[in-house]
């Protein structure tokens, strides 16, 4: 019994070490995921530039945000440049904190009103009194639908749904990025690793030397 126990430990262990020079891809994964949803929400905001301080500022239908031009470029430059760097693996824990702070911002100006749920689904856990009145809503709009329109035509790209906005993604996404704070970028697969790499054998070097 005792050998058996000695052996599955060495296998386990011997199975940890090789999955070790793998770790990388998890950070992978996520740096992968988040480059396009960054680098589209900062490019959209920097072509419609004017709009975005609008509604930024706008007390009324915005989000009433101070500075709203300063506020507006800093999330602008914040996402293109995360999207960036994120896609090289670069600075990617330093990075990963001004991201968190934008998405912070977009939960609790922007979609925390909304509740949890980004699609409105009544079934749903988390569903609040917006999302359960949007059940009769949706059957609505799809009987107008079918009755004076392609619904077949108007479905084939994806099934009809009511946008809640909520924090779901956003929240998703800060998780994300907590990760990868305490990640970094990744073994093998990131500038950070190749960098950190050389600072260590030069480091080692110096050492050796003296």
């Known amino acids: 019994m005792k050998n058996i126990l000695h052996s599955l430990a060495q296998c386990y262990q011997n199975t940890c070490t ?71 693996g670069l600075f990617t824990r330093f990075m990963s904190i001004p991201l968190i702070i934008t998405m912070l911002v977009a939960i609790f100006s922007v979609h925390l009103p909304n509740g949890w749920q980004a699609i409105a689904d009544p079934n749903a856990p988390f569903a609040n009194a917006q999302v359960l009145d949007s059940s009769e809503k949706l059957d609505k709009a799809r009987e107008i639908l079918m009755a004076y329109g392609n619904y077949d035509w108007l479905t084939s790209s994806g099934s009809l749904v009511i946008l809640n906005n909520g924090v779901e993604f956003a929240v998703t996404y800060l998780i994300m990025l907590i990760a990868l704070m305490v990640l970094g970028g990744g073994r093998y697969l990131s500038v950070d690793y190749w960098i950190q790499s050389k600072l260590k054998h030069s480091a080692l070097k110096e050492t050796t030397i003296k």
């Open 18 to 88: 090789l999955l070790k020079h793998a770790d990388g891809i998890a950070a992978l994964a996520l740096r992968c995921y988040l480059t396009p949803i960054f680098w589209m929400a900062g490019t959209n905001k920097l072509m419609h530039f004017q709009d975005t301080v609008e509604w930024f500022g706008n007390t009324d239908w915005g989000l009433g945000l101070p500075f709203p031009y300063v506020m507006a470029a800093l999330a602008t430059s914040t996402e293109i440049a995360g999207a960036v760097l994120l896609a090289l």
